[in-house]
């Protein structure tokens, strides 16, 4: 089993950054692929980033490429977003999620079988 918490949402002016972390506990967490995911009010949750538990490979949503970077330190069992040139439109509940997947899709929400319980992140215009 993990649990998972995040910390690092907050608000922000538009242009600006911030660095989500997320902090998991339990055995399983070196094993498990890790993602994040936000949703928006009125809108379904939908992936942003994810990261194999080797961190050899990451995976981004096309519209945070460029911006936003997942990283992980198992021996810290850590987990961080960091995001640049944040927009409005990246305003929502991001949450921090792990997938026993391990070769398989870890873009799909239905991958992932642990949640963290978010954390805010506003941008203003």
């Known amino acids: 089993q993990v649990q998972l918490v995040e910390s690092g949402?907050?608000?922000?002016?538009?242009?600006?950054?911030?660095?989500?972390?997320?902090?998991?506990?339990?055995r399983a967490f070196s094993r498990s692929a890790m993602g994040w995911f936000r949703q928006a009010p009125g809108k379904e949750r939908e992936?942003?980033?994810a990261i194999r538990w080797s961190s050899s490979t990451t995976y981004y949503a096309d519209f945070v490429k460029g911006r936003f970077t997942i990283s992980r330190d198992n021996a810290k069992?850590?987990?961080?977003?960091?995001?640049?040139?944040?927009k409005p439109e990246d305003t929502a509940v991001y949450y921090c999620a792990a997938s026993p997947v391990v070769s398989g899709s870890i873009q799909l929400r239905a991958a992932y079988n642990y949640w963290g319980q978010g954390t805010q992140v506003t941008v203003s215009s």
Do not use: E
């Open 9 to 26: 949402g907050g608000l922000v002016q538009a242009g600006g950054s911030l660095r989500l972390s997320c902090a998991a506990s339990g």
């Open 47 to 49: 992936f942003v980033a």
């Open 77 to 86: 069992n850590m987990v961080w977003l960091q995001m640049n040139n944040l």
